[in-house]
């Protein structure tokens, strides 16, 4: 059973950092596609950082260019977030989420993503 949980969010004030951790167990397949999402309240969940396994391709919304890295220790089958320069607008629930699937060409959209976990909460503000 493919499980994901995710962990590091919290309050943190504009122009901070914070590191989210999804760590993923049940499944040992090599190729996969993970990722983080967010979903604020009243909006669509938007895809923020998507990571593909075979080859390390990465996809970042142009709203997280430059300031957000996506990251993965294959050793602890973990996935990291690294935010940097947080503004208020990037307060949401953060979820991690991922895909065995090659059905759809890669990218960051959530109907792409099969298996999620149950998120983690960011608030910027001063």
């Known amino acids: 059973q493919v499980q994901l949980v995710e962990s590091g969010g919290g309050l943190v004030q504009p122009g901070g950092s914070l590191r989210l951790s999804c760590a993923a167990s049940?499944?040992?397949?090599?190729?996969?596609?993970i990722g983080w999402f967010r979903q604020a309240p009243g909006k669509e969940r938007e895809g923020v950082s998507c990571i593909r396994s075979s080859d390390g391709t990465t996809y970042y919304a142009d709203s997280v260019k430059g300031r957000f890295t996506i990251s993965r220790d294959n050793a602890k089958n973990t996935v990291y977030l690294q935010m940097n320069s947080l503004k208020p607008e990037d307060t949401a629930l953060y979820y991690c989420?991922?895909?065995?699937?090659?059905?759809?060409?890669?990218?960051?959209?959530?109907?792409?993503?099969?298996?999620w976990g149950q998120g983690t909460q960011v608030t910027v503000s001063s």
């Open positions: 989420a991922t895909t065995f699937s090659t059905r759809y060409y890669f990218g960051c959209e959530p109907y792409k993503y099969d298996y």
């Open positions: 049940g499944f040992t397949s090599a190729y996969y596609r």
